[in-house]
């Protein structure tokens, strides 16, 4: 579904990435993780088109998508879940999920009743503005919103930054639900190590904006892998 050759990123004189290869499977989630500050924020945001990439090769379930701009991507059937949620605060629950439907065919705008199975606090609180559920209400209603639209690849950046406990258990049985239903590929970002490493099917470490280490988890130990990870 998604295939990166070596993926360079500059900010200004700045360079972020170098040469990152990273595919992703439909049907497998994908993990990139490492400490604060490495790229796997930036990485992400060229993958949804926030970002055009300096040089390098972007391939969309086999097509070439290379710095397609994010509007281009979402009708492609990429959607973000962005660290920081970035839902309108003013606008509903309802409204909020509505916004998905910008990419969709006008025959196909509508939220789907397991949208509010996987997430019943979003039908509960489906006429309250966005800025007045908690954090954790919050990061549901932006993978809502991600979902109305069908994605092929779904990304997520930090789903569990700032999350009660009980919520982060559900929010990791709504991602492995998604993955068991084979129908789109999962990339998630995440530096709660034991939710991530519950959760993926391969693992790509990010140190100062390239890949150093790379597989799936059956050979990545995992001992190796928390010290790849951490500070």
Known sequence: MLDLKDITLHYGASQ????????AETGRITCVMGTN??????????IAGRHGASGGHYRLDGEEVTNRPAHVLAKKGVASV???????????????????????????????DEIFELFPVLREMENRRGGDL???????LAIGRALVTKP?????DEPTEGIQPNIIQQIGRVIRYLKDQ????????????????????????LRRGAVILEGDRARIDRDTLLRNVSV
């Open 182 to 205: 084979g129908s789109m590929a999962i990339v998630l970002v995440e530096q709660y190590f034991d939710f991530a490493y519950d959760l993926a099917d391969h693992f790509h470490v």
């Open 134 to 140: 908690s954090g954790g209400q919050q990061q549901q």
């Open 37 to 46: 500050g490495v790229g796997k924020t930036s990485l992400l945001k060229v």
């Open 152 to 156: 092929k690849l779904l990304l997520l």
């Open 16 to 23: 972020i990435l170098h040469g990152i290869d990273l595919s």
């Open 82 to 112: 962005p660290q920081g949620r970035e839902i309108f605060p003013l606008m509903t629950v309802r409204e909020n999920l509505e916004t998905g439907f910008a990419c969709l065919p006008r025959t196909e705008r509508m939220v789907a």
